[in-house]
DNA sequence: CTCGTGTCGTAACAGCTGTTACGGTAACAG
DNA sequence: CTGTTACCGTAACAGCTGTTACGACACGAG
């Protein structure tokens, strides 16, 4: 039996409810049928209710920061980096288009868990500061740190509009805005 | 007794409840709590709870888009009317903040409720719909629909994140932000 | 083997949930 | 005044919630 994998396992299946069931049915009871088990494994693992979703929560944070940091280091220019960061965001396919699910859905639940949102706080800021160091390096036309504010604020409301209506906003929908901004902001290269 | 605003005072309440104590708090009680009454009004004003959130749902939409309409009416020029429209769609004071967070909880219950995604689907189609249009009327540089798709989804995500974190994003920052989003795209007036 | 320990399923608890049924009461018609 | 009707507060219901207590089982130590 996996001692070490389980409360990832857990989280995996808190991450499932809040995706397809909403905030409002994400129960223990419904996160032990998710997951196969049943809740005296999960008050086993967990104190209570909160730290269950904090560890969810904390784990989504740490997925998107591990995804994001690779296709940094994979990136070839600044501005790649920054358009490939940015791109990642969006809610492109199932994946990433369950994962704005739930990230708005802990969102939600943050405005009555102090501690949810003092996580949300902490991930967005440095995810603002990470985005903030591409868009410098990138050298853009305008103000950096308006720039910066301007691609994530963009970006985590086209994700969200995605996942809530698939059909308005489809990927090429997102991604042509995306190169767009980019491009009225000077962070793209010039064809040739 | 008024028979006819009460429909509109339960539904000011469930957004008291939704902006002050989140979605899982929702309850019939704490709404009936907010409004100074007792359940026994709620359910005899609304066969169920799902109407009763349906009711402010709607009536939150058919309220910013009055005063939508009243600015778009009273701005001089198209690209004044795309600003301030913009404008009011972020959270720069207690009002606006408290009806972004309510707008969330709204799209975070939609997840599980058929009801209030199609509503959700209708409205930011709308709101889509009329922003592509005062766009095209101000002109911009670059595709007016990807415009319309990167300033629609940019103010809401402004708004979420400074509903969230009021210190990281001030007025200023939203406001600033937006601005040179409009500057970028072509949007702005030359200053003279 | 026995024993202890950690793991986890079962069952129960009190509390809260949406919803319903019922009773009182105010207003109004005659 | 009486009777009717709509309104709404009170109390109750079954069901679900988070949480706890307890027992069964596996497994390694001695």
Do not use: K
């Not at 990136?75 to 369950?98: E, I, K, M, N, Y």
């Not at 949300?120 to 390096?137: D, F």
């Not at 929908?173 to 009225?184: E, S």
Request: glycine residues 6%; neutral net charge.
């Amino acid at each position: 039996m996996p001692r070490e994998g389980q409360g990832e396992l857990l989280s995996r299946a808190v991450w499932d409810v809040l995706a397809q069931q909403g905030l409002e049915r994400l129960t223990i009871r419904a996160v032990a049928a998710a997951a196969g088990c049943t809740t005296g494994l999960v008050m086993h693992r967990f104190p209570n209710r909160r730290a269950l979703l904090r560890h969810a929560r904390q784990l989504l944070h740490e997925t998107t920061r591990a995804r994001v940091e690779a296709l940094e280091a994979a990136a070839g220019s600044p501005r790649a980096a920054l358009r490939a960061v940015l791109h990642q965001g969006l809610a492109l396919d199932p994946q990433t288009t369950a994962e704005s699910t739930v990230w708005l859905g802990f969102l939600a639940a943050a405005v009555a868990d102090e501690d949810l949102i003092a996580m949300h706080r902490a991930g967005n800021r440095a995810w603002r500061a990470r985005v903030g160091r591409l868009v410098e390096a990138a050298a853009p036309r305008q103000d950096p740190a308006a720039v910066t504010v301007a691609l994530i604020t963009m970006v985590e409301g086209a994700a969200a509009f995605a996942a809530a209506d698939p059909e308005a906003y489809p990927p090429a929908v997102q991604t042509a805005m995306l190169d767009l901004t980019l491009d009225a902001f000077g962070l793209t290269d010039p064809v040739g």
